[in-house]
T-cell receptor
Framework: DAMVIQNPRYQVTQFGKPVTLSCSQT?????MYWYQQKSSQAPKLLFH???????NEADTPDNFQSRRPNTSFCFLDIRSPGLGDAAMYLC?????????????FGPGTRLTVL | AQKVTQAQTEISVVEKEDVTLDCVYE???????LFWYKQPPSGELVFLIR??????QNEISGRYSWNFQKSTSSFNFTITASQVVDSAVYFC????????????FGQGTTLQVKP
């Protein structure tokens, strides 16, 4: 089945220790998104890739970076995690041709910062 | 500015009751899309429906139905004969065609269906 996969599902890191979250997809979608969802809040877009073009949201902290080495994979790097970065991180993909298609989400990675 | 409001923070019903989740949106764009996603306790956001701004037809899918009314900027979601497995957080979201695909989510409605 075509799907969006996120690894790991749970990640524990220490304050200030860099961490990388992974997302892969078998849908052959050309757009990949990273959302942050804090407890009891709505998901908030951090950035997205349209093919190889990186698009950062204006209010995304510099502490968050992303890489997309190929169509199938996208990574979220948190350079120096703070306690406030503890959240669920959701990857989503969609197809954009003439119009934007539906975003399909992975299962998420729940990040704990000690 | 775009905004989505889900005024109901939490709803609790007994199994087999019907329940309606409200969603009101704001946008000045004429072309936009509305979505409902379900987020069970596992955390994954599950896509339920997508509607474009030019299609006001109501839709029914099994026990689920959606009522889109542009005149009131609402896109309400009804679950008929609710079941315990319907317990989840439900998000309504708006996507405008003039931006890069960003989903603007409401704050979510937590639905608890008791046996």
């Amino acid at each position: 089945d075509a799907m969006v996969i996120q690894n790991p599902r749970y990640q524990v890191t220490q304050f200030g220790k860099p961490v990388t979250l992974s997302c892969s997809q078998t849908l052959n979608h050309n757009v990949m998104y990273w959302y942050q969802q804090k407890s009891s809040q709505a998901p908030k877009l951090l950035f997205h890739y349209y093919d190889k073009d990186f698009n950062n949201e204006a209010d995304t902290p510099d502490n968050f970076q992303s890489r997309r080495p190929n169509t199938s994979f996208c990574f979220l790097d948190i350079r120096s995690p703070g306690l406030g970065d503890a959240a669920m991180y959701l990857c989503a993909t969609s197809r954009k041709d003439r119009v934007l298609d539906t975003q399909y989400f992975g299962p998420g990675t729940r990040l704990t910062v000690l | 500015a775009q905004k989505v409001t889900q005024a109901q923070t939490e709803i609790s019903v007994v199994e087999k009751e019907d329940v309606t989740l409200d969603c009101v949106y704001e946008t000045r764009d004429t072309t936009y899309y509305l979505f409902w996603y379900k987020q069970p306790p596992s955390g994954e956001l599950v896509f339920l429906i997508r509607r474009n701004s030019f299609d006001e037809q109501n839709e029914i899918s099994g026990r689920y139905s959606w009522n889109f009314q542009k005149s009131t900027s609402s896109f309400n979601f009804t679950i008929t004969a609710s079941q315990v497995v319907d317990s989840a957080v439900y998000f309504c979201a708006l996507q405008v065609s003039s931006n890069t695909g960003k989903l603007i989510f409401g704050q979510g409605t937590t639905l608890q269906v008791k046996p």
